[in-house]
């Protein structure tokens, strides 16, 4: 099994020196969807990343704009650029790691699927799920799906 998480360890880029990588990390990083705090109104959660399979860099925060909420990763996020196929999900326990053995597998009944990470770095915007009530789910997790392995988690701190 330890072969198989291979792809999923690696170096942590350093802040601001990894490149866009495709179009679309380039549109992320150019800001043409990073929009400045005021214009997603006040943030209702935020959380700290947190070290699972591979330590995480940077923060989160949840705005919620009428009917619409979003989740924004942080300038400064970062995670493991040599982990595959890598999604952000909300988890329904604050530790996802708890009780359980590297490389932190999650159930599917433990979490719901946002998207697939843009990008390993930089400011990110995901559109939340309208029927998501986050006062029952707990965590936001970087996931590799391919091994099923939690590479980082933050839990949910309500403001």
Partial sequence: MLATLAACQGEMPRMGSAPATSQEDKTMMSGEQAHDQTSMGNPIFSGTFRKAEFAAAGTFHV?????ITKLRLSEDFATNPAAPDL??????TANPIADKEYPYPLDKSEYVTV???????GAQDYELPADMDLSENSSVIIWCKQFNATMSYAPLQAL
């Avoid at 705005?63 to 009917?67: L, Q």
């Avoid at 998207?115 to 770095?121: F, G, I, P, Q, R």
């Fill in 63 to 67: 705005y919620r704009d009428g009917e």
């Fill in 115 to 121: 998207a697939e990470l843009t990008s390993v770095t």
């Fill in 87 to 92: 999604y952000l999900v909300i988890g329904n």
